[in-house]
């Protein structure tokens, strides 16, 4: 198992910066894969970003070029930096973890952080 705390969400105006910080509480070389997701009202939950525990990403079309996630081994934390950010980006952020075991794969999910862009 592993608990995700999300943290760094808030009010911004369009064209501006913020990053979110996922902090596992476990090893994240011992997670496959961690991800953020985001939830707008109305809409289904998308994927955002994903690092695996090689260090590979990547990005949905929507964010490419704006959105970066990384990670901190050290900190067992996975960030992510949203610049020049739209209205359309307001949302719940969830952050993820994929487990596989022999006995099959499970997701854990965070709390989620709001994010709200003004225009």
């Known amino acids: 198992q592993v608990q995700l705390v999300e943290s760094g969400g808030g009010l911004v105006q369009a064209g501006g910066s913020q990053r979110l910080s996922c902090a596992a509480s476990r090893t994240i070389f011992s997670i496959n894969a961690m991800g953020w997701y985001r939830q707008a009202p109305g809409k289904q939950r998308e994927l955002v970003a994903t690092i695996t525990r090689d260090g590979i990403t990547s990005c949905a079309d929507s964010v490419k070029g704006r959105f970066t996630i990384s990670s901190d081994n050290a900190k067992n934390t996975v960030y992510l930096q949203m610049n020049t950010l739209k209205p359309e980006d307001t949302a719940v952020y969830y952050c993820?973890?994929?487990?596989?075991?022999?006995?099959?794969?499970?997701?854990?999910w965070g709390q989620g952080t709001q994010v709200s862009v003004s225009s």
């Open positions: 993820n973890a994929l487990i596989r075991t022999w006995s099959g794969s499970r997701d854990y």
